[in-house]
């Protein structure tokens, strides 16, 4: 690589760090919302599975009001407590 090439890679990537770090935090809140490190929010399909059912019996049971649920933008999560 060129020392021009050096240069531009470092300015490119000087100017675009404060964009990644937001970019890092935002996706850990995207992850704490949707239940991806909560064991006890479930998605649709995990649902599904403890309770050895099919999706669509459970989005039935979320839209009938049987278990409670929450929503992270479209995703449906269920509490794992919902489904004993």
Not at 1 to 15: G, T
Not at 17 to 42: F, N, Q, R
């Amino acid at each position: 690589m060129s020392a021009f090439q050096d240069e531009m890679k470092e300015a490119v990537m000087a100017a675009n760090a404060p964009l990644l770090a937001k970019i890092l935090e935002l996706s850990e809140k995207v992850d704490t919302l949707t239940g991806e490190h909560s064991s006890d929010l479930l998605t649709v399909a995990e649902a599904a599975k403890v309770k050895r059912v099919t999706e669509a019996t459970v989005r039935q049971w979320v839209s009938k009001g049987k278990i409670d649920s929450q929503r992270a933008g479209s995703k449906i999560l269920i509490p794992r407590s919902a489904l004993i």
